[in-house]
């Protein structure tokens, strides 16, 4: 018989009403003996719009005026839709359209929703009910039917029976989806393996890392302690086609930090450059540019959904549903002091989609 250590109480196994059914095995036992006493309803208090009638035509009041509020700022969005239009090729049009347009529609949205609390917390009925749970189990007598209903249709439609329709009906569902397949592999370059164009980037042995979006080369002494910056490969800025394409994959954060705080696995040793690292920019998790680096803990903060990656523990996820770490591109210097690639990423870039191939 198992024991409760701290009561020597024997532990039996019992329902939520605290009826025993006998000695369980040890691990299985429930003991309902010792739940939570069940603590019921607070005592009523009523509202100060129950006791006083003044006070309840006041909220009255507030609820009508909110309501009427919310009129005024849907009217003030069409009206500033009418009188701030947008020009075409003028940036500031569309921004004063959407700044008066966005200013009515939340006038309108929280003065709806507030009045509509306002009025179910201090004017509708406030009473306190219990609703009791019923079994979701149907009753026997349901059950019996649906399965009759069941048999009744297979009988009607002759599925069971008409195997040849029946095996053609099932073969022609499972076809129907292929050829959503082939539009979608349609998709992807027809005279490129799509596979390999996600793998590969601009990068190789000897670009210069420049500047995103200026393009200029950068020198390993114009990387100052703490700093953090988004790099291109060199050249990519002067691409005729596919250049964002390009840029999607092959953008990098490059940061620095004391050679000291940095922790490499002995085959990356030589990847950083005194203190200056490299990382893909695109997020393992579903791709969006990570860029809010922390420079006193390292941290790296992808702001779509808060994957955390330590860049100077090579990247590792800290926190978050990204499942690798950033890929590391292996940097060096050159005989000017620009920095470069010493090769491609040596992993594919961007979702953790690569990792279950
Ligand atoms: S894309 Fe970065 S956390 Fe989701």
Redesign the pocket.
């Known amino acids: 018989m198992a024991s409760d250590e701290t009561s020597g109480k024997d532990l039996t196994a019992a329902d939520s009403s605290g009826v025993e059914h006998g000695t369980a095995a040890a691990g299985t036992a429930v003991v309902a003996r010792d739940a939570v006493a069940n603590p019921g309803f607070p005592p009523h208090r009523p509202r100060v719009t129950d006791l006083d009638p003044r006070k309840e035509k006041q909220a009255e009041r507030a609820v009508y005026t909110l309501f009427y509020l919310s009129i005024v700022g849907s009217v003030f969005a069409i009206a500033a839709y009418m009188i701030f239009p947008i020009v075409p090729e003028d940036p500031g049009s569309v921004r004063l359209n959407n700044l008066f347009i966005g200013i009515g529609l939340a006038l309108a949205l929280l003065a709806l929703g507030i009045g509509a609390v306002h009025w179910g917390k201090a004017l509708m009925h406030d009473e306190e009910g219990i609703d009791e749970r019923h079994p979701v189990r149907g009753t026997d007598e349901t059950r019996a039917r649906a399965v009759e209903i069941f048999q009744e249709a297979n009988t009607e439609s002759g599925f069971g029976r008409r195997t040849l329709i029946r095996n053609s009906l099932i073969g022609a569902l499972v076809v129907f989806p292929l050829p959503a397949v082939v539009l979608f592999r349609g998709l992807a370059p027809q005279d490129q393996d799509p596979v390999a164009l996600l793998k590969q980037t601009m990068w190789e042995k000897g670009t210069r890392l420049a500047l995103d979006p200026s393009g200029a080369p950068i020198k390993a002494s114009d990387v100052t302690l703490g700093s953090s910056f988004a790099v291109i490969p060199e050249g990519l800025m002067d691409l005729e086609h596919g250049r964002l394409e390009e840029k999607a994959k092959s953008v990098v954060i490059l940061v620095r930090m004391k050679p000291q705080d940095l922790i490499e696995s002995p085959e990356r040793a030589s990847w950083s450059y005194d203190g200056i690292v490299a990382y893909s920019k695109i ?1 393992t ?4 540019p ?1 860029g809010l680096y922390e420079q006193q803990t390292h941290h790296l903060l ?1 702001p ?4 955390q990656f330590n860049v100077a523990d090579e990247a590792k996820v800290i926190f ?3 499942k690798r770490p950033l890929p590391q591109l292996p940097i060096a210097v050159d005989a000017e002091g620009y920095l470069i690639a010493q090769s491609d990423f040596l992993e594919p870039v961007g979702p953790s989609f690569w990792e279950r191939q």
């Open positions: 997020c998790h579903v791709g969006c990570v992808c779509c959904h808060q994957s978050g549903p990204a």
